[in-house]
């Protein structure tokens, strides 16, 4: 399975349009690829809460039929990040949308954990409540969303759901790029699965975004990492790795203890 993690520049100064004409483009040149990866709000600026209100969209609004174009246009399976939500009763989400290679919308995840403590994005927006994980032809694909990463009981909840392949779209402030760094190895061998994290790069709402987005394979090792600027990191996974090394090195089957999580489906 190839994949392609396109770390997008984040740039608040173009518009929102602008920005989506560009990250189609990206996504359809990457024709032949099986799934392709954009950053954590893109469109708007993680760090940017106060664009977020006029940002904000419905889960079919003009982000999801630019992207669901440009994924039928290449052929590809397309987690397009994640955008500023806005629901019918006006709440705010942090969403994450996965198409399909005809671009029919396949995945929707509300991020559960929000950031900010009394700031930002734990103010400005509802968190969601279930855990998402998605068939595909090249395995099961489980949903989460950057500050998710420091949150190790979502990622046994996409284990237990069937997760072999976690995605991970982020915004990641570079002063704390060696959480970043241990964190998405360490879930990926946790729960021996790859994990793919993309990290927008750039600066907005002042903060300085860490880029070096990953792909990690279930044995922890990094197949991949991208550096600082806007490019476009491609992997090959071997999706038979999943089962060939859950069968080699068994933790999981010594499991002891289980923590529910909320929601699920």
């Known amino acids: 399975m190839r994949a392609s993690l396109i770390q997008l520049?984040?740039?608040?100064?173009?518009?929102a349009d602008e920005r989506r004409r560009m990250a189609a483009s990206l996504v359809r040149e990457r024709r032949g690829d099986d799934l392709v990866v954009l950053p954590e709000l893109w469109t708007a600026g993680a760090w940017s809460y106060d664009g977020?209100?006029?940002?904000?969209?419905?889960?079919?609004g003009p982000t999801a039929e630019a992207m669901s174009a440009a994924a039928r246009q290449a052929g590809?399976?397309?987690?397009a990040g994640s955008?500023?939500?806005?629901?019918?009763d006006g709440t705010l989400y942090n969403t994450a949308l996965l198409f399909d290679r005809s671009g029919d919308l396949r995945g929707r995840y509300r991020k559960i954990h929000r950031y900010g403590f009394d700031t930002g994005e734990?103010?400005?927006?509802?968190?969601g409540d279930d855990i998402v994980t998605v068939p595909t032809d090249f395995g099961v694909i489980g949903l989460a969303i950057?500050?998710?990463?420091?949150?190790?009981?979502?990622?046994?909840?996409?284990?237990d759901a069937g997760a072999e392949l976690i995605v991970v779209p982020a915004a990641w402030p570079a002063a704390?790029?060696?959480h970043w760094h241990l964190l998405t190895r360490t879930r990926a061998l946790e729960e021996q699965v790859f994990l793919l994290a993309c990290c927008a790069t750039g600066e907005h709402g002042g903060m300085r975004q860490g880029g070096h987005?990953?792909?990690?394979?279930p044995w922890g090792t990094v197949l991949g990492e991208s550096g600082t600027a806007q490019e476009t990191l491609t992997v090959e996974c071997d999706m038979t790795q999943v089962a060939r090394i859950r069968s080699e090195l068994p933790v999981l089957r010594d499991r002891v203890l289980a923590i529910a999580a909320p929601g699920g489906r």
């Open 9 to 15: 520049a984040v740039d608040t100064s173009d518009t």
């Open 52 to 60: 977020w209100e006029a940002d904000a969209e419905a889960a079919d």
């Open 76 to 79: 590809t399976w397309l987690h």
């Open 83 to 88: 955008i500023v939500e806005r629901d019918g």
């Open 122 to 127: 734990a103010t400005l927006m509802g968190g």
């Open 146 to 159: 950057c500050y998710d990463l420091r949150f190790p009981e979502l990622f046994r909840g996409l284990l």
């Open 176 to 178: 704390r790029l060696s």
């Open 213 to 217: 987005s990953m792909a990690i394979d």
